[in-house]
């Protein structure tokens, strides 16, 4: 048995049990992720939301048809990112779309959230969204206890 779980990663180090953070964008690094047998997850991130619209209804086939067989354990990591140059409708756009598929299959979603804490949050609660993990999360202990945080330790900004 592993020692402890990495339940977002961008690249296996196997040391844990390992959950493998996918962009759906990247054809070569999804067929890895399906052809390790181990569990990952799967999303589009915010700052490939520009990308044209046909490669953006690709990754959004090949997540479904992965999804819809059960290889995943969570969508993203997807959300907004304020700070890049990336429209900020089409990152709300390709962001709530992941919703549905979360939605559907009944799986959390993992959050990338850069200075839209509380667009991240409305958008969050419009769609009813009840399982979510902030990936890096920096925001204040205030915003995270909104979203039912116990803060352990405000000098290490250590949440459970």
């Not at 044209?52 to 086939?61: G, S």
């Not at 959230?113 to 509380?118: D, G, K, L, P, W």
């Amino acid at each position: 048995m592993a020692p402890y779980v990495d339940f977002h990663t961008h690249r296996r180090s196997g040391d844990a049990l390992e959950i493998l953070s996918v962009e759906a964008l990247d054809e070569a690094q999804f067929a890895m992720a399906i052809e390790s047998g181990q569990p990952f997850s799967v999303g589009v991130h915010p700052w490939h939301a520009a990308e044209n619209p046909e490669q953006l209804n690709e990754a959004f086939e090949r997540m479904e048809r992965v999804v819809s067989g059960g290889r995943t354990v969570a969508i993203g990591e997807c959300g907004l990112d304020w700070a890049v140059e990336v429209d900020r409708k089409l990152q709300a756009e390709v962001f709530e779309r992941q919703f549905d598929m979360a939605k559907r299959y009944n799986l959390p979603i993992i959050l990338h959230c850069v200075r839209a804490f509380e667009d991240v949050m409305l958008r969050l609660s419009r769609a009813k969204i009840e399982r979510a993990v902030f990936h890096s999360f920096v925001g204040s202990i205030q915003q995270a206890e909104r979203v039912g945080v116990k803060v352990i330790s405000a000098r290490f900004r250590l949440v459970v």
